[in-house]
Nanobody, 119 residues
């Protein structure tokens, strides 16, 4: 059984930094992409950043130049370095692994970690 465990959330002042980590346990292969999503109160879950198996990264416009995603596909680890945090970055952050199980794609989710940006 695959489990994703996030860590690194917390309370930080505006302009501060946090680093989120997510580790997968269990038998998971053929990971297509590792992603971070976030969900703020009253809003839908939204993609924040993605790193593909080939190392290509994509970011939501709202976090470009502030957040950096990195990952180790072999170790099933993904990190999100968040700098210059803003009040609007407050949300529960979820990691996601997309696994190719031809012909379908399986999505695995972590339990979420709270990030609160407040003065």
């Amino acid at each position: 059984q695959v489990q994703l465990v996030e860590s690194g959330g917390g309370l930080v002042q505006p302009g501060g930094s946090l680093r989120l980590s997510c580790a997968a346990s269990g038998s998971i292969f053929s990971v297509l992409a590792m992603r971070w999503y976030r969900q703020a109160p009253g809003k839908q879950r939204a993609l924040v950043a993605e790193i593909t198996s080939g190392g290509t990264t994509h970011y939501a416009d709202s976090v470009k130049d502030r957040f950096t995603i990195s990952g180790d596909n072999a170790k099933k680890l993904v990190h999100l370095q968040m700098n210059s945090l803003k009040l609007e970055d407050t949300a529960v952050y979820y990691c996601n692994f997309a696994q190719l199980a031809f012909p379908q794609v399986n999505n695995y989710w972590g339990q979420g970690t709270q990030v609160t940006v407040s003065s």
